[in-house]
């Protein structure tokens, strides 16, 4: 079992809509977790930290859920630019493991 | 501030030749990651360093992949011999800790023919 799963979507969604998505993480000795973007051909990009309580950064809002093991990722007003995919990162403090990346379309 | 720099940028050569590539950390961070990312296998961790240390390097495919890291700014992934399946984009991370936001460089695209 992979540490860290995502759903590969596609998630294609119009411009201006709201888009979720979750991630689950199999090590409940997990610590830390981040969401990164990744463009087409370019090295992935931190979003932001997840944190306990929750964060917002933005249209951007982070969800922690250690109960289910699962963080989330909603973008609030999708623009053009938030096409991307979004890798969900997680683990226990010796070693992070990333996921294999959901895809997000924003279309005009 | 400079981030994470790797070169080459491309690489291509011929299958059975020793590729070496690059990696100068962001100053100050003591967890250094190199990554292999294809279409097929997505994002794969290779091998990590801590302080200079090589921590785990259970992802490094077979022995014909070594790393280094001889001091805190430098860092080299080597491939020898190369076959063509290791072509990719291989990136290189730092971070202020193992368990701390990594900030990737730009990658060097490796085509090996």
């Known amino acids: 079992r992979k540490e860290v799963e995502q759903d590969p979507g596609p998630f294609n969604v119009p411009e201006g809509a709201t888009v979720a998505f979750n991630c689950t993480y199999s090590?409940?000795?997990?610590?830390?977790f981040f969401w990164y973007r990744q463009d087409c051909r370019k090295e992935p990009k931190l979003l932001m930290s997840?944190?306990?309580s929750g964060n917002e950064d933005g249209r951007f809002t982070a969800q922690l859920n250690r109960a289910s093991q699962y963080i989330s990722l909603l973008i609030r007003d999708s623009k053009l630019s938030d096409s991307a995919t979004y890798l969900c990162?997680?683990?226990?403090?010796?070693?992070?493991?990333f996921g294999a990346g959901t895809t997000v379309t924003v279309r005009a | 501030d400079a981030g994470v720099i790797q070169s080459p940028r491309h690489e291509v050569t011929e299958m059975g030749q020793e590729v070496t590539l690059r990696c100068k950390p962001i100053s100050g961070h003591n967890s250094l990651f190199w990554y292999r990312q294809t279409m097929m296998r997505g994002l794969e961790l290779l091998i990590y360093f801590n302080n200079n240390v090589p921590i785990d390097d259970s992802g490094m495919p077979e022995d014909r992949f070594s790393a280094k890291m001889p001091n805190a700014s430098f860092s080299t992934l080597k491939i020898q011999p190369s076959e063509p399946r290791d072509s990719a984009v291989y990136f290189c991370?730092?971070?202020?800790?193992?368990?701390?936001?990594?900030?990737f460089g730009d990658g060097t695209r490796l085509s090996i023919l």
């Open positions: 997840v944190y306990s």
């Open positions: 090590n409940s000795a997990s610590q830390s």
């Open positions: 991370a730092s971070s202020l800790g193992v368990a701390s936001a990594q900030h």
């Open positions: 990162v997680g683990g226990p403090d010796y070693k992070l493991s």
